[in-house]
């Protein structure tokens, strides 16, 4: 083979190497950034899921002492309800939302009954209610940053040029409404921090 030859040969082989080089980088990165929103959602359905079983007994801890209010209880119970698993993210980010402000008006109706606000099952539930809400509100932010990340990758050169060889598709954002980027005031007594609660 002549010199001319073996250069283009040498060229040619040089650039189906880079061009191997960026498809299996690119791969590993989508592939990477993928596993990492499985395991971000899986966190925030287990957050999803504890908040689903808390709420019945925080209903039943304040029913029998709300009598008139059995409105905020009934928004709460079908909340509640709406939740499913199975759902598509974006359904279940609606229902995330509704449950929270659901959560969010029983807690302030609360405020207006002394004796609710002083029992301690309560405010035991309230707590971890609260706990809950700041570690969806947590997670969902990483969750969603996860996503940017992805849909960037396969937005741009040379992503979007793989993504229809290996089938990615954008992935949907876990939505909330604007005031639920901050967990509810759970505070049912109205006593500053260093202020002994009720045993």
């Known amino acids: 083979m002549n010199l001319p030859g073996m250069a283009a040969a040498f060229a040619i082989g040089l650039v189906i190497a880079i061009v ?3 498809v ?8 990477a950034l993928q596993r990492r929103i499985d395991k971000a959602w899986a966190n925030i359905e287990v957050a999803l899921q504890q908040r689903f079983d808390q709420l019945p007994s925080l209903v039943e801890a304040v029913r029998g002492l709300m009598t008139f209010e059995r409105d905020v209880l009934t928004d709460v ?3 509640r309800a709406a939740y499913s698993p199975a ?10 939302a509704a449950t ?27 707590e971890e209610i609260e706990r809950l809400e700041s570690i969806i509100a947590d997670r969902r ?11 960037t990758r ?3 050169v040379p992503g979007v040029l793989l993504a229809g060889l290996f089938g990615w598709t954008a992935r949907p954002f876990f939505d909330a409404e604007p005031a639920a980027d901050h967990a509810p005031s759970a505070d049912l007594d ?6 002994p609660r009720p045993a």
């Open 24 to 31: 299996i980088a690119t791969y590993n990165d989508v592939v």
């Open 154 to 156: 396969i937005g741009q």
């Open 77 to 79: 119970t079908n909340a």
């Open 141 to 151: 932010e990483l969750y969603n940053d996860q996503v940017y990340r992805y849909d």
């Open 190 to 195: 109205n006593r500053p921090d260093d202020t």
């Open 87 to 96: 759902a598509p993210i974006p359904d279940q980010a609606a229902t995330s």
């Open 20 to 22: 191997l080089f960026v």
């Open 100 to 126: 929270t402000q659901a959560v969010r008006t029983l807690l302030a109706t609360v405020e207006q009954y002394p004796e609710v606000k002083s029992a301690t099952n309560v405010l035991a539930l309230q």
